[in-house]
């Protein structure tokens, strides 16, 4: 660490954060008698905590975020440049890396044109809700509004998002729910049988399932729908063959639009600078967030093709009829500064091929860990965005019990090496651990992640 802080200092912040923060996602009654954790500085692709120990930190973040690693200096004196000249002006107004940032981002995206900034992933999910809504009634008289989301996906903590989300343990005792959300089938190749689906063509029969929601619910019903590329906290879920394509033609087929959250795979994370792009689909609305400025400032984009756009701009003497809605700090101008040096970064250190060659060889290191650990059932993973769904029995894929896939955690992390696992999202199957290193990720640095997996797993399950 850099010593800016002293002991006494950092002693006196543990002591202010026990007794005022709440943190995100945790019980918080183990903090009566131990120290919650709290990160101080971070430098690549490591961070340091109050006692000083060194991490290696194998999930960007905690939550799929550093995409270029921490302390980049070119970002942070960008936007301190830009906070200079102009911190913000709501966004109603244009601003300079507002169309800066558009403008570089649609080279990135053919087919697509418009970028709607807001804050979270959460909020920019919450737009292209609205904006189906605002289409159905313009275009349907109010009637094809529903949305469908899929089993294992999730879209965010809003109600609104929380009513699309498809896993149950994060959604239970928040309800009631949005009215309008209808639930898809996942698309878990390994957890088929779960399904009753046939073994072969599982692709065609899980995006098949789809369709069969849609004749169900009437197709003259349905506005949107909405999925991961990847599914992310629904335990990596990486699409089967065919379903893509198949998905691409039922939406086709029923007038339907495509709602594609890229809020984990966005900007890099699996190889391409979006998850869709690897299955060559069109979608109509693309939601981003977390690796768009890498957490150095708060940004999110709900991105549209011009056919979205121009359903909002025709009629202009209807004093209803524009886009009625605001982002406060959608207006603020370091996430887009934050964003232009982000994709810069990306760009210059050829970091997409740095991810899907990372990947490659990090998806056979864990490979060769299942060799070793038989309670290691299936490892999947595209670019650096990978699992490794944990069972108790090969045969019949029983998950591993929770308890034991966090002790694996926990045993990482006291070996400093910060990785994830599925986190009460899904009733029974919380057993995937989860990696997503910054895409700086080199050979050493995989090297080192798995064996430390490879030391808990053996000291977890023998
Ligand atoms: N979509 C996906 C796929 C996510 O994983 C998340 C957050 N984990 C969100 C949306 C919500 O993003 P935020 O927390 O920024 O609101």
Redesign the pocket.
């Known amino acids: 660490m850099d010593g800016t802080y002293s002991q006494n200092d950092l002693s006196h912040v543990v002591e202010a954060d026990k007794a005022h923060v709440w943190h995100h996602l945790i019980q918080h009654k183990p903090f009566e008698s131990k120290d919650p954790n709290i990160i101080v500085e971070g430098r690549g692709m490591r961070v340091w905590n109050q006692a000083g120990k060194e991490h290696l930190d194998a999930v960007s973040g905690g ?2 975020t550093v995409n270029v690693g921490y302390g980049r200096e070119r970002i942070a004196r960008a936007v301190y440049d830009q906070l200079m000249r102009l911190n913000y002006f709501a966004g109603a107004a244009g601003s300079v890396p507002g169309a800066l940032f558009a403008e570089r981002l649609i080279e990135k995206m053919p087919g697509l044109s418009r970028v709607y900034y807001c804050n ?4 920019a ?1 919450e737009k292209a809700f609205k904006m189906v809504r605002q289409i159905a009634h313009k275009r349907y008289g109010g009637k094809k509004n529903k949305i469908l989301f899929r089993d294992r ?5 809003t109600i609104a ?1 929380l009513s699309a989300g498809g896993q149950d343990e994060r959604n239970a005792q928040y309800g009631p729910f949005t009215p309008g959300f209808v639930r898809v089938p996942h698309c878990l190749e390994y957890r088929a049988a779960d399904q009753g689906a046939p073994t072969e063509h599982y692709g065609e029969w899980a995006a098949d399932q789809i369709e069969q929601v849609i004749l169900a619910e009437g197709p003259d019903t349905i506005g949107a729908l909405c999925l ?1 590329p990847v599914t ?2 629904g335990g990596v879920i990486v699409p089967p063959e065919g379903y893509w394509q198949k998905v691409q033609e039922i939406v086709r087929k029923y007038d339907i639009l495509l709602h594609i ?1 890229e ?2 795979c966005g900007v890099g994370r699996t190889g391409t600078w979006f998850g869709y792009q690897h299955y060559g689909v069109e979608p109509d609305f693309v ?1 981003m ?2 690796g768009v400025a890498s957490g150095y400032a708060a940004i ?1 984009c709900c991105v549209t093709n011009e056919r979205v756009f121009e359903m909002f701009k025709d009629d202009a003497d209807d004093p209803m009829n524009y886009f009625r809605d605001i982002s406060t700090f959608g207006g603020c101008t370091a996430g887009p500064a934050a964003a232009l040096e982000n994709l810069a970064i990306i760009e210059e250190e050829n970091l997409l091929e740095n991810t899907t060659a990372m990947g490659d060889y990090m998806l056979g290191r864990l490979d060769e860990l299942a060799g070793k650990h038989a309670v290691i059932g299936h490892t999947r993973g595209k670019g650096l965005f990978l699992g490794a769904e944990l069972v108790a029995d090969r045969e019949t894929r029983a998950p591993a019990p929770e308890k034991q896939v966090q002790a694996v955690v926990a045993d990482c992390m006291g070996q400093g090496v910060i990785i994830g696992a599925t986190n009460r999202s899904v009733p029974g199957y919380n057993n995937t651990l989860c990696f997503s290193p910054a895409l700086i990720a080199t050979k050493d640095d995989i090297d080192h992640i798995v064996t430390a997996v490879d030391g808990a797993l053996k000291r977890v399950f023998g």
């Open positions: 939550v799929w979270s992933g959460s909020e999910n996906d999730y879209h965010g903590t998002c991961e992310a906290g959250d809020v984990v939601t967030a977390k999110a």
